[in-house]
Structures are given as C-alpha cells and as structure tokens.
C-alpha cells in the first residue's frame, strides 16, 4: 500500500514540476494525457488497487483522488496563466502604431488645359456669365452660314475644314454655339462656351488638327464695343495680374463689325520686346467684335433693339503662355512627366 502512497506522492510531485514548466497550450494538453488520460500514469497506478485490501482500497481511492484534483487543479491554472500570456505576447507583437503617417496616395489632378477652363469659367462666373456646351461635330448652317461665312469663303474649303458631309462638318470654331444658343434663348444673353474645335492642319510645334477655344457671347440692350474693352480688359487682368495691357488691333471676322484682334502686353518683357514676344512687345491672344446685325437677325433677334459683343479665345495659346510651354503637341500626348508638372 505504502508502494502505490509513494508512487501517487512522486506522481503528483512530478506532473506538478511539468505543469509548472510548460510554457504553451499544447504542452499542458500533453501533460494531461501523460498523467490523466486513459493510459496515463494515474489511471496505470488505479490499475494496482486490486493488491490492496478492503479496507486500504477507500483510503488510497481518497489520495488518488486528491491527487487528481490537485494536478487538474495545477492545470487549468497554468491553462489561464500560459493563456493570459500569449495574448499579451500576441497584443505586443501586433501593435499597431496609429499616429504613424499614412502612406501617401499619389494624387490626380487638372490636365493644364482643364486648369485654363476651370480658371476661365470661374473669372466668368464672377461676371454673371453661364458656361455652355455645344456639339463638335456641327451642321454647316451654324459654323459657316449664319455666321455671315457663305459659299465661297475660303474658311470653308475642305483644304481647311473637315466634312462628315456636305452639311456636317467638324466644327472649325466655338463660334457656332453663338448661334445655338441665340436660337435657343432671347437677350439678354451672357455665356462662354470652352470646347474643342478641329481644323486640317499639319501638327507641329504650334499647330495642331485639333485644339480648344472658349467663344463669349453678350447680347442685351445697350451693349457697345466698350462694353467688350472692359471686359476682355478685367478678364485679362484676372488672368494675368493688373500689370497687363491690351491693344485691340482693326481686323476682320464675317460675323461681327466692327472686328478687332486683342494683343496683350508680353508678360516677360512688360512691352519692351523680347525673344517671347519675338521683339514685338505684344503677344496676339484673341479676335473679337461687335456682332453683325445679320448673325443677331439670322436668330431671329431684333439688332435694333438688341446688339451684342463676342470674342473667341484660343486655349492652348493661354496655357502655352501662362506655363512656358513652347510645344503645343505635349498637351495631347499625354507623357505623364509632362503632365505631373501642374
Ligand atoms: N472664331 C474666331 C477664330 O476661330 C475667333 C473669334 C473672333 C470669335 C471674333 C468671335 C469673334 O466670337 O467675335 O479665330
């Protein structure tokens, strides 16, 4: 009897020790089967109680039993502590430094020439005028025709304008929405219209078969050329600082009399002359004039009662100047390196 005391005593001393020692979740379940399990060393030491006596049987069953509550015991302690380490363990390990800076997305922006629009339709916009769009491929009638540019005018020839057909064309100007939207609403009219406009042309350094231009359009009572001078006048000034000056120069459009083309004050040389300006003083940016009474009748507006101003404004050109961009070609060919600059 004393023999199996002894080895319920070493047995508990060791499975102790063990549990006591092991340091993760698989080794104290490896220690539950070496002591408790079905073939463990406990149930192997039960399996002798058959040499004992009636009356040792009880008393040893009661240390047997102790024994088995005290290692249960031990285990499921060091169940918890092992546990409880781990997860502290693992919290340490899988830290997350929240005030660390994010990585830096890189981010979109503006093509330079949809900079020019957004800056021109917001100068605009602070001059009460509303941004309309009108289709590129365009009915001869509203390019050419009723903007006083008949049969015969060299404008028209297919060397210089690309037709779909005999009365569809690519449109050559934005002026063609001075129509539309002369049709469409009646005075006073306020609007500039940005878009892209397409002419046969060879692409080089500064010609392109296709480009953007921005047509403006007043009509309204009382509306003079110094209306326009005023305007074209604040515009530019918004664009390109106070410092600016404008020269309007006598020229000729079909559809507007009087016509002028509207050079500004080279911005590099203040007027002085210049490699920019190519020794000028003045760079050329824009036609404008009075509207025809035709174009205002051809819409069905009475021109003695309402008359109107209208320029048109090449794009590219405003970008070229405002960026120092000496090629008009990397505006559409999309190289990112040139792109990311703005
Ligand atoms: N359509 C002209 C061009 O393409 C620019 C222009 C001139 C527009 C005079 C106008 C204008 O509205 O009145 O060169």
């Avoid at 002419?199 to 209306?227: K, M, N, W, Y």
């Amino acid at each position: 009897m004393s023999n199996i005391r002894e080895k319920l005593a070493a047995l508990k001393t060791s499975a102790t020790d063990i549990i006591a020692a092991a340091t993760d979740v698989k080794s104290l379940e490896e220690a539950r089967l070496r002591f408790l399990g079905k073939k463990g060393a406990l149930t192997a030491i039960l399996k002798q109680m058959g040499t004992l006596s009636a009356e040792e049987r009880p008393q040893i069953g009661a240390v047997a039993n102790r024994a088995r509550e005290h290692i249960e015991a031990a285990l499921s302690d060091r169940l918890k502590d092992v546990k409880a380490a781990a997860l502290q363990q693992s919290l340490k390990d899988e830290r997350l430094d929240v005030t660390l800076p994010g990585k830096a997305l890189p981010q979109g922006h503006f093509h330079p020439l949809n900079i020019v629009v957004e800056d021109l339709k917001e100068i605009f916009h602070g001059m009460g005028y509303t941004v309309v769009d009108g289709p590129e491929v365009e009915c001869v009638k509203y390019v050419f025709d009723m903007l006083n540019t008949h049969e015969g005018h060299p404008a028209r020839e297919p060397s210089d304008t690309f037709y779909i057909d005999d009365d569809t064309v690519l449109r050559t100007q934005t002026s063609s929405v001075q129509i539309r939207t002369m049709l469409e609403t009646k005075p006073p009219i306020a609007i500039i219209s940005p878009g892209r406009v397409y002419r046969v042309d060879e692409s080089d350094a500064t010609h392109s078969p296709v480009f953007h231009q921005c047509e403006g359009l007043v009509v309204g009572e009382d509306i003079t050329f110094a209306d326009l001078k005023g305007t074209l006048e604040t515009f530019m000034k918004k664009l390109y600082g106070d410092s600016v000056r404008l020269r309007f120069r006598p020229h000729h459009f079909p559809y507007t009399e009087p016509s002028a083309e509207v050079d500004l004050s080279c911005f590099k040389c203040g007027g002085e002359g210049c490699s920019f300006c190519k020794g000028e003083g003045w760079l050329e940016m824009l036609g404008s004039g009075v509207v025809h009474p035709d174009v205002l009748r051809n819409c069905g507006i009475d021109p003695n009662k309402y008359t109107g101003f209208a320029f048109g404004i090449g794009l590219e050109r405003i970008a070229m100047m405002r960026y120092a961009v000496d090629d008009i070609r990397l505006f559409y060919e999309n190289d990112v390196r040139f792109l990311s600059q703005f």
